[in-house]
């Protein structure tokens, strides 16, 4: 059973950093992609980063130059520097992971975490 664990959401003024970690547990054959999106209140859910099959990084317009996306496949985990952060930013953040479990899978499977709070004060 594949599970995505979160953790580093807080409180921050803005100005300040915050880094995100989603730890994936249970087996897979191929990841598609892992990143993460958020939601405000009030507002549709957004993709903020990913990390592709191929390693890229891929940014909204939003927080590209301010947000970092890095894995640590070893550690099955990836992470989400946030820096120079905005009120604008505060939601909360929920990792994905498309996967196909085994090689005869022709449709990835996307599975959530939790999802941890920022908060950015002004």
């Known amino acids: 059973q594949v599970q995505l664990e979160e953790s580093g959401g807080g409180l921050v003024q803005a100005g300040g950093s915050l880094r995100l970690s989603c730890a994936r547990s249970g087996r897979v054959f191929q990841i598609n992609a892992m990143g993460w999106y958020r939601q405000a209140p009030g507002k549709q859910r957004e993709l903020v980063a990913y990390i592709d099959a191929g390693g890229v990084s891929n940014y909204a317009d939003s927080v590209r130059g301010r947000f970092t996306s890095s894995r640590d496949n070893a550690k099955n985990t990836v992470y989400l520097q946030m820096n120079s952060l905005k009120p604008d930013d505060t939601a909360i953040y929920y990792c994905?992971?498309?996967?196909?479990?085994?090689?005869?899978?022709?449709?990835?499977?996307?599975?959530w975490g939790q999802g941890t709070q920022v908060t950015v004060s002004s």
């Open positions: 994905y992971v498309d996967f196909l479990i085994d090689p005869r899978e022709v449709r990835a499977r996307r599975y």
